[in-house]
């Protein structure tokens, strides 16, 4: 998070849009002691709008008109919470989350865009392909893709809006459908475009640009209806104020639209679109703390038509501003244009373009030019701060501030060995303890404690107590109680008991799932966020589940896919995608609960939770505890999106050297890479590993698979002997 020293200010962004990203970098570089920023966001990508109408039309794919909001995160320092904002409580000072407790800023900037305003639209919401959301849009322009190229698919298409988005899209749709239909054999005269302008086309365009639009429509046959607004959209056709009624099997929708409709529980003054009206230093008129930006704010002295351009640029005015309000100093103003550049993609390959009153132009060089603007600014954040793996220094040490967090930064097996060693009379080692009991029953203990690998105290409790909870599962136990250390990072006291109560939020929202009492705990300070959790379970006898009993012939079976200490490893250098850090966070959200219960419906003879010495380390625990050795069949263990390849880029965590120290011995040779940075990849909130009898395995399978954990496989088999043996799963 950026943050020198300890935490002073919260700066929080609600939005991932075209001004804030620029926030986020630019902080990055120039925020002074003290000042944390945190952008709160629905999704973990965000589309840059200027370049959508050219991915519908094919000319660029998705990655390349998204900014990956996840990676820029970490890349730039900004603390990231993965939660959609419903409103702001302004007395209190908090933004209001789906799902999860509110979250305390300082200063707070909005840019959360705008959606069509269906209201005027009967049957939009159930018919209407609406634009934006643009996240949503993609995924319903596919599913149309996919039906048009059906032999009764769709073939009548009309835009509703005859704006700038409008006219592109009916361009883009033109030229996208035809393509595919010649692609897949089907007749490209089959499809039609209709564009519905109730106020004209591009009507805040100047004559000139309006002509060559006028033109363009005509020659692909578009054809245009002018003056007539939709009233209702239904299955196969659209109606208008004016009694027209006009065939259509998709209905894209792009007209006016309105801010989030939860803006209007905040006491902010606003427009009467829904949008924040603010002053010249983009601040609420109501409120010195609160800044808008974006198609989400009304500068009253100064209004404009909603453009992205003025997103643009009033990304480095808010980012200069919110650290003048953050150090006392007076904002300064943002002076919209008047006359700003318009470059109008025609779908294939070629745009129409003008500025102000009487500048107009169209050409193959026109969209080489807007092609070229587009691709500078994204250029901006997909490359922003990448770097290269952590590699140790000369001594083979990695710096402290790059060493990894969660699991992987725990003492390596070889220092844990080597200390308790010396220790007399400890018990063999489980997940957890065993306690008998006077009425017979069986008592699990247990604790784990791990550093943070995320800046969301929130997310990072709520994974830290089902990593803790999973050494009782693992023991086909049920967890009942817990106790809570929390280690805070130095800060003010206002700023330490925020942290707490969302880290202990955290936790007890994943307690309260399972059952499990919070009873207390302790905190102190140290260097870093850091949790650990005491854990008590209990279980039957007969129900008990051990590291060892695993017998030759049974199949290993692996419950979640790894590669979490490689994925964190990546982020703190900004390489991995959102793709690959949202799939990961969600797997470390699933519990081991039900997991333990269908491994022990099916008499899994050994279990283990995959945590800290990875997947290699835990194997061979199971297999000294049983007497046995393993075929491994590395080509069928699952591991997260996009890991293989970081693994192959040279991304590993900072405990990978530590946990490779037995591997000559268990596999009898060094392994090729990048099979070493994932086997021995240290797991925090990982799956479970269990020895499942042949004639079970399948039916256990299929049980994991239908419950949630879509990825379990049998990854190999125990066989007689030592060690473990690399070979090709039988087919």
């Not at 840019?111 to 849009?137: M, Q, Y």
């Not at 109730?198 to 046959?221: C, F, H, M, S």
């Not at 989400?296 to 992205?308: D, I, T, Y």
């Amino acid at each position: 998070m950026i943050s020198r020293g300890p935490v002073r200010t919260d700066i929080v962004l609600v939005g991932g849009g075209h001004a804030h990203v620029q926030v986020m970098t630019r902080l990055a570089m120039n925020a002074p002691p003290g000042i944390r920023l945190t952008l709160v966001t629905r999704d973990l990508d965000t589309p840059y709008s200027g370049m959508l109408p050219g991915h519908v039309a094919g000319l660029y794919g998705r990655d390349e008109i998204h900014i990956d909001l996840a990676r820029l995160a970490f890349a730039t320092g900004t603390r990231l919470i993965h939660a959609a904002a419903t409103g702001i409580d302004r007395q209190a000072k908090r933004v209001l989350l789906e799902g999860r407790p509110p979250i305390a800023y300082d200063l707070l900037s909005l840019n959360i865009g705008i959606t069509p305003d269906l209201a005027s639209i009967e049957g939009a919401e159930a018919h209407g392909l609406v634009v934006k959301p643009i996240s949503r849009f993609i995924e319903k322009f596919e599913a149309l893709r996919a039906a048009a190229a059906q032999k009764d698919g769709p073939r009548r298409i009309a835009v509703v809006g005859g704006g700038v988005a409008g006219v592109e899209l009916a361009l883009a749709l033109h030229h996208r459908l035809r393509s595919d239909a010649r692609a897949t054999g089907t007749d490209p005269e089959a499809f039609t475009v209709t564009l519905v302008a109730a106020g004209g086309i591009v009507p805040t365009l100047n004559g000139g640009i309006r002509r060559r639009v006028e033109a363009a429509l005509a020659a692909r046959r578009i054809e245009v209806i002018s003056g007539e607004r939709v009233v209702r959209i239904e299955a196969e056709s659209l109606s208008t104020e004016g009694g027209k009624r006009i065939a259509a099997d998709a209905a894209f929708v792009s007209t006016r639209a309105r801010a989030p409709a939860w803006l209007a529980q905040t006491g902010l003054p606003l427009a009467a679109d829904g949008a924040v009206k603010v002053r010249p230093g983009l601040q609420s008129l109501a409120d010195d703390d609160i800044f808008a930006v974006g198609d989400c704010a009304l500068m009253e002295s100064a209004p404009r038509e909603k453009a992205g351009v003025f997103a643009v640029r009033q990304g480095p005015v808010v980012a200069a501003n919110l650290l003048a309000r953050a150090r006392g100093e007076v904002p300064r103003p943002y002076r919209p244009q008047k006359r700003f550049l318009v470059l109008i993609g025609t779908g294939d390959g070629a745009a129409i373009g003008g500025r102000g009153g009487l500048v107009a132009f169209s050409g193959r060089w026109a969209w080489a030019w807007k092609d070229h603007i587009d691709r500078r600014f994204m250029a901006m954040f997909s490359a922003y701060n990448r770097q290269g793996p952590v590699l140790p220094d000369a001594d083979g040490e990695i710096p402290p501030e790059l060493r990894c967090g969660g699991c992987a930064a725990k003492l390596g097996p070889g220092p844990l060995a080597r200390a308790l060693k010396r220790l007399p009379d400890l018990p063999a080692t489980e997940d957890a303890a065993i306690i008998g009991t006077p009425d017979g029953r069986l008592e699990l203990e247990s604790i784990d404690q791990i550093t943070a690998f995320l800046d969301d105290p929130y997310r990072f409790g709520e994974i830290a107590a089902l990593h803790a909870l999973s050494d009782i599962h693992a023991m086909g136990g049920r967890p009942t109680r817990a106790l809570a250390n929390a280690v805070l990072a130095p800060a003010p006291p206002e700023k330490q008991a925020e942290e707490l109560f969302q880290l202990l939020s955290g936790v007890r929202a994943a307690l309260d799932r399972e059952g499990v009492a919070l009873l207390g705990g302790h905190s102190s300070e140290g260097g870093r966020l850091a949790l650990g959790l005491a854990v008590t379970g209990e279980v039957a006898a007969d129900r008990l589940t051990r590291k060892g009993g695993a017998r030759p012939g049974d199949r290993l079976i692996l419950t979640k896919p790894i590669g979490t200490g490689i994925v964190f490893a990546a982020a703190m250098r900004g390489a991995a995608a959102a793709a690959t850090i949202g799939p990961t966070i969600a797997a470390q959200r699933r519990s081991n609960a039900t997991a333990a219960q269908i491994l022990a419906t099916h008499a899994a003879t050994a279990v283990t939770d995959v945590t800290g010495f990875g997947l290699a380390g835990h194997l061979a625990e199971m297999l000294t505890a049983s007497a046995a050795g393993a075929v491994l069949w590395i080509e069928a263990i699952p591991l997260l999106p996009g890991v293989a390849d970081l693994a192959a880029a040279g991304f590993a965590s900072s405990l990978l050297a530590q946990n490779r120290v037995a591997e000559g011995v268990l596999f009898g040779a060094a392994l090729d890479p990048p099979w070493p940075a994932l086997l021995f990849d240290p797991q925090t909130s990982g799956g479970l590993l269990a020895a499942v009898p042949e004639d079970a395995a399948e039916a256990a399978l299929a049980a994991l698979r239908a419950a949630g954990d879509g990825e379990a496989a049998v990854i190999g088999i125990v066989a007689a002997g030592t060690g473990i043996r690399i070979a090709a799963r039988p087919a």
